[in-house]
Nanobody, 123 residues
Framework: QVQLVESGGGSVQAGGSLRLSCAASGYIGSSNCMGWFRQAPGKEREGVARIYTGGGSTYYADSVKGRFTISQNNAKNTVYLQMNSLKPEDTAMYYC????????????????WGQGTQVTVSS
């Protein structure tokens, strides 16, 4: 059974940094895609970043390019999201997601989800 557990959320002032972690347990696939999504109150879920664990390819939403970095530690089955230069509009619940095989932009294509971690950025 696959389980994803996020940690690292919190409250910071604009311009600050946070690092989210997603620890995965269970077998997802020999190569898979791990992604971070976020959802703010009253808004649709948005794909933030994703990484193909088979080769390390990364993808970012335009809104976070240059500020966020997704990375992986295969030995620990953990994916990270380093968030720098945070803005109030980054405030949301952040979810880790996983799917076997290649990456997809669509959250609906991810079969495994964590419980979410809240990120709040104040101005």
């Amino acid at each position: 059974q696959v389980q994803l557990v996020e940690s690292g959320g919190g409250s910071v002032q604009a311009g600050g940094s946070l690092r989210l972690s997603c620890a995965a347990s269970g077998y997802i696939g020999s190569s898979n895609c791990m992604g971070w999504f976020r959802q703010a109150p009253g808004k649709e879920r948005e794909g933030v970043a994703r990484i193909y664990t088979g080769g390390g390819s990364t993808y970012y939403a335009d809104s976070v390019k240059g500020r966020f970095t997704i990375s992986q530690n295969n030995a620990k089955n953990t994916v990270y999201l380093q968030m720098n230069s945070l803005k109030p509009e980054d405030t949301a619940m952040y979810y880790c997601a996983a799917r076997g095989g290649g990456c997809s932009r669509r959250g609906a294509d991810f079969g495994y989800w964590g419980q979410g971690t809240q990120v709040t950025v104040s101005s």
